[in-house]
């Protein structure tokens, strides 16, 4: 089926599509071009209602050009770390951009022709309530993949202004809402106004809300954010736990009087059983310099006759209570079909990849500053997640490794999505890795403190306890879901009833 479709396309606009995604991600941290992302998707719209091919085909093109682009940092991963050559490991990230593409795209372009009419109001909004929907598979299909949503290249224009009020999602599909509406002034011989009279208003309304301060400043503090830039390579080897643990206790020396103090997931590379004298150490010295530590190490809790193992945030000293990773990377932590893939290729057999995935709805770990929301690594990605623990949290906190992802764009990509968290929310947000980007945020989203990649170091800075609720911290991204399904639905029905009178 797919030879014919291919077959029977042209290719330039199937070229054109790939070119389209790709250009996309050009918005995207580290490259910022903002405006090209928007244009992208302005083009796909144009494509759909134009080309002469199968508009599911032209949407996983698209969806080829955006991961080929976009998720390209997956390939480090596969061959620097996961023992795989060059070209299987290319192989591997083809297919990996096929099905993401065919999984989260392609849908796109097959609701869409089956809801285009000949009405180009429809068709803009019916084009934005499937994108709308397609965003938010990604947050729970296959356990997701919340990564490229259109809202998070535009942290730093106006359009983040609608961000505090809709959430990512949200704001996402009104950027493409307002991208298609300008598109149709190309292929509508409609009034032109009203389809530029829209982007005009989402600027402005982005301008207006941007200057809207939704929280409170309450009290500082201080915090220590430790980056140990350790050897991927060399973390896991068990001659390596002590060595390990000794440098980020060293760079945490000078700092025992701040405040709050965060190590980067898996700072402590053996299991809480084994490290139970180090932990007790740490806890003795936070206890004394009388702050709150948090620390990333594995752990393993007893299961009648096994272990199951988990990826933890430990709260010692003032700080109590830990945090058991939820969202858990395929194949990194760990393997689906594991009986079938495990020990087939080195990258199935990662350390950490038989990881148990902690309950949703966790307790926040507590501090005497108060409750701190953590998400490990990627999970920081899940907007619903975060914001169910933001709620009663006084700050966010992410502790990752990137170090997977070596000299790639991916880290960049990565800083920017903890940006949208805490923008979110009206929360500062601090962000501790082994080797990059650690940095503080503020509550709109702005990075206040960071140090440089790849170097050892600590980053002693301040934060603030915000008060009070954003419009999505209070809503969530249910009512924009609920309009996005009213949408389609209305636009089945219609198309229902031009077809059943047709007949």
């Keep these: ?228 830039n350790i050897d991927q390579n060399l973390k896991w080897r068990p001659e390596e736990a002590q060595p390990n643990y000794q440098k980020h206790l060293d760079l945490t020396a000078p700092y025992w009087e701040a405040d709050l103090i965060i190590w980067p997931e898996a700072a402590i590379t053996l299991y809480p059983q084994r490290a139970q004298l180090l932990l007790e150490d740490l806890a003795r010295q936070s206890v004394a310099s009388q702050t709150s530590l948090v620390v990333g190490i594995p752990g393993a809790i007893a299961r009648d006759d096994h272990y199951e193992v988990y990826n933890t945030a430990l709260g010692l000293g003032q700080a109590s209570g830990r945090y058991l990773k939820h969202h858990l990377v395929p194949f990194g932590e760990y393997v689906p079909l594991e009986g079938l893939l495990r020990g087939v290729i080195a990258f199935f057999n990662l350390p950490m990849s038989a990881m148990s995935a902690g309950g949703s709805g966790q307790e926040n770990i507590s501090t005497h500053i108060g409750q701190v929301a953590v998400g490990i690594c990627y999970e920081i990605a899940y907007p619903e997640s975060m914001r169910q623990s933001a709620i009663s949290a006084a700050v966010l906190a992410t502790i990752s490794n990137d170090t997977w992802f070596g000299r790639s764009i991916g880290p960049h990509q990565h800083m920017e999505i903890a940006r949208a968290r805490a923008l979110e929310n009206g929360r500062w947000l601090l962000r501790a890795t082994n080797n990059g980007i650690t940095a503080v945020v503020n509550h709109r989203g702005m990075i206040v403190d960071a140090l440089p990649q790849f170097e050892a170091a600590a980053l002693k800075s301040e934060f603030r306890v915000m008060l009070g609720r954003t419009p999505y911290s209070w809503i969530g991204h249910w009512p924009m879901l609920m ?21």
């Excluded at 399904?485 to 009178?501: E, M, P, V």
Aim: aromatic fraction near 18%; hydrophobic fraction near 55%; charge should be positive.
């Design 1 to 228: 089926m797919l030879t014919r479709l291919i077959n029977n396309a042209d290719p330039k606009y199937l070229v054109l599509a790939i070119a389209l995604g790709g250009l996309y991600c050009l918005g995207f941290a580290p490259f910022g071009f903002w405006p090209v992302t928007l244009v992208a998707i302005a083009g796909l719209y144009y494509l759909l209602i134009q080309t002469p091919n199968n508009p599911t085909l032209v949407a996983w093109c698209f969806g080829i050009g955006k991961y080929g682009v976009g998720a390209s940092w997956v390939y480090v991963s596969i061959n620097v770390y996961g023992g795989v050559g060059p070209w299987f490991a290319g192989l591997l990230v083809v297919l990996f951009v096929l099905f993401a593409a065919a999984l989260f795209c392609a849908p796109l372009g097959w609701l869409f022709a089956r809801l285009k009419r000949k009405q180009s109001h429809w068709d803009v909004l019916s084009f934005a309530a499937i994108w709308g929907l397609m965003d938010w598979s990604l947050t729970w299909l296959l356990t997701g993949f919340p990564w490229l949503y259109t809202a998070n290249a535009m942290l730093d224009t106006w359009f983040a202004g609608w961000i505090p009020v809709l959430g990512v999602l949200g704001t996402s599909t009104l950027l493409v809402f307002a991208c298609a509406a300008f598109a149709t002034i190309l292929v509508s011989r409609e009034a032109w106004w009203p389809y530029l009279a829209l982007p005009v208003l989402v600027c402005i309304g982005g301008f207006l809300l941007r200057g809207i301060s939704w929280v409170d400043e309450g009290r500082g503090h201080s915090v220590a954010l430790i980056q140990a």
């Design 483 to 503: 309009f996005f399904s009213g949408i389609i639905l209305q636009a089945l029905w219609r198309r229902y009833k031009t077809d059943a009178g047709s007949s």
